[in-house]
């Protein structure tokens, strides 16, 4: 049974860092694509991060270039999102997906279609 859970969300202040965790089971999360997606009220789903399953190699929206990292531990089947210097437009609720299904090319990680099972969700707040 596939199943991911995030954690580590909660309330910051601007400029401060939070660590967002995806624990997996069901599944070896190091074969598949795991993405980070972000949803304000009233907006759209945003694709944030991802990490590939072959060579770890990493993809970031414009908006989080240089602030966020993602990361794996293969060890502890868990996905990892730093972030760095948040700001008050960060605030949304962070979900980890899978693409189960090998779907998703490169150039096509911010979908969030391409996914099949996602988190329930941490809410992050960034707020003086």
């Known amino acids: 049974h596939v199943r991911l859970v995030e954690s580590g969300g909660g309330l910051v202040q601007p400029g401060g860092s939070l660590r967002l965790s995806c624990a997996a089971s069901?599944?070896?999360?190091?074969?598949?694509?795991i993405g980070w997606f972000r949803q304000a009220p009233g907006k759209e789903r945003e694709g944030v991060s991802c990490?590939?399953?072959?060579?770890?190699?990493?993809y970031y929206s414009d908006s989080v270039k240089g602030r966020f990292t993602i990361s794996r531990d293969n060890a502890k089947n868990t996905v990892y999102l730093q972030m760095n210097s948040l700001k008050p437009e960060d605030t949304a609720v962070y979900y980890c997906?899978?693409?189960?299904?090998?779907?998703?090319?490169?150039?096509?990680?911010?979908?969030?279609?391409?996914?099949?099972?996602w988190g329930q969700g941490t809410q992050v707040t960034v707020s003086s």
């Open positions: 997906a899978v693409d189960l299904f090998g779907a998703i090319t490169g150039s096509s990680w911010y979908r969030s279609d391409e996914y099949d099972s």
């Open positions: 069901g599944f070896a999360l190091d074969y598949y694509y």
């Open positions: 990490i590939s399953s072959s060579d770890g190699s990493t």
